[in-house]
Nanobody, 126 residues
Framework: VQLIESGGGLVQAGDSLRLSCAAS????????LGWFRQAPGKEREFVAA????????YYADSVKGRFTISRDNAKNMVYLQMNSLKFEDTAVYYC????????????????????WGQGTRVTVSS
């Protein structure tokens, strides 16, 4: 499976941005999906995840209420809608996919995922 993120850019605090991740090479509907981010000098951290069915969503506390993860199985796409962006949201954002279905907390761990994209940079100016 190949994952390609897009939609990053430079925005001001308070703005919105939607990241997209296009998947190819696998059965997209059979994957749970996640978004992670990595700020300069920091470890990669969990942002959001979505179960294979699309029914269950999981968010880091830092983005809960501001970010929304969604998927379009017909288009093999996963999205991250980011509203009310803050300076501390500045990072490279990665999408990831995993075949195995887990319970919620497991999706927050980077080793859970089988496939990763190359990342898209989001910079939020204060």
């Amino acid at each position: 499976v190949q994952l390609i993120e897009s939609g990053g850019g430079l925005v001001q605090a308070g703005d919105s941005l939607r990241l997209s991740c296009a998947a190819s090479g696998g059965t997209f509907s059979g994957y749970a999906l996640g978004w992670f981010r990595q700020a300069p000098g920091k470890e990669r951290e969990f942002v959001a995840a979505l179960s294979r069915s699309g029914v269950n969503t999981y968010y880091a506390d830092s983005v809960k209420g501001r970010f929304t993860i969604s998927r379009d199985n017909a288009k093999n796409m996963v999205y991250l809608q980011m509203n009310s962006l803050k300076f501390e949201d500045t990072a490279v954002y990665y999408c990831a996919a995993v075949v195995t279905s887990y319970s919620g907390n497991v999706y927050a761990r980077t080793p859970t995922y089988d496939y990763w994209g190359q990342g898209t940079r989001v910079t939020v100016s204060s």
